[in-house]
């Protein structure tokens, strides 16, 4: 298995352009996590879904953010408009429920400018 | 609710000594325990969980950790330190196997050659 897939791997936008980060999760794997990392605030859990369902948003810090699981193999994190602030290191993770251990992409780099 | 304390964020040690990492937690229920580590640039790799059963709990690369109730403890140790063992180390605490995972704020290992 290929493991967790995001895109890109690192992203370098302009304060108040439209950013989109997107994620494979494991195949059979039925619930999905954003997280941010950052110096600040460590790992925190923004959004996780369960079967294609957002189950826990409340970590999404505003309006800004918003994600999507179209289907069982593909998710995506926007932020419109973006901030500097909003500069971290956003990783996705997958687990084959949501009990299980979670396996984490490589991340997506983001600077915004 | 969870929380996880990572005593040091930066520990050195010489190659070959042994590797102690420090990870108290608080939870009301049960807990759920993890060690993840991260290399450069890379996502977290689960090293070993503690779910329930035995409290000596073996993980990959020689890793092992041991979970005491009574001292709220979940440290993680390695006989003997090899220089690819320089990466960041987590610790996370979930309420018995539930989704939502508490990160420790990470201690960085370096391996003095």
């Known amino acids: 298995d290929a493991g967790v897939i995001q895109s890109p791997r690192h992203e370098v936008t302009e304060m108040g352009q439209e950013v989109t980060l997107r994620c494979k999760p494991i195949?059979?794997?039925?619930?999905l996590f954003w997280y941010r990392q950052t110096m600040m605030r460590g790992l925190e859990l923004l959004i996780y879904?369960?079967?294609?369902?957002?189950?826990?948003d409340s970590g999404m810090p505003e309006d800004r953010f918003s994600a999507k699981m179209p289907n069982a193999s593909f998710s995506t994190l926007k932020i419109q408009p973006s901030e500097p602030r909003d500069s971290a290191v956003y990783f996705c993770?997958?687990?084959?429920?949501?009990?299980?251990?979670?396996?984490f992409g490589p991340g997506t780099r983001l600077t915004v400018l | 609710a969870q929380s996880v304390t990572q005593l040091g964020s930066h520990v050195s040690v010489s190659e070959g000594a042994l590797v102690l990492l420090r990870c108290n937690y608080s939870?009301?229920?049960?807990?759920?325990l993890f060690w993840y580590v991260q290399y450069p640039n890379q996502g977290l790799q689960l090293l070993l969980k503690?779910?329930?059963?035995?409290?000596l709990v073996k993980g990959i690369n020689g890793f092992e950790a041991e979970f005491k109730k009574s001292e709220t403890s979940f440290h993680l140790t390695k006989p003997s330190a090899h220089m690819s063992d320089a990466a960041e180390y987590f610790c996370?605490?979930?309420?018995?196997?539930?989704?939502?995972?508490?990160f420790g704020t990470g201690t960085r290992l370096k391996v003095l050659a």
């Open positions: 993770a997958s687990s084959q429920d949501s009990h299980n251990e979670q396996f």
């Open positions: 195949s059979g794997h039925n619930s």
């Open positions: 879904f369960n079967n294609n369902v957002p189950i826990d």
């Open positions: 939870s009301s229920v049960p807990p759920y």
């Open positions: 503690y779910t329930t059963g035995a409290t």
């Open positions: 996370a605490v979930s309420a018995s196997g539930t989704y939502k995972y508490i």
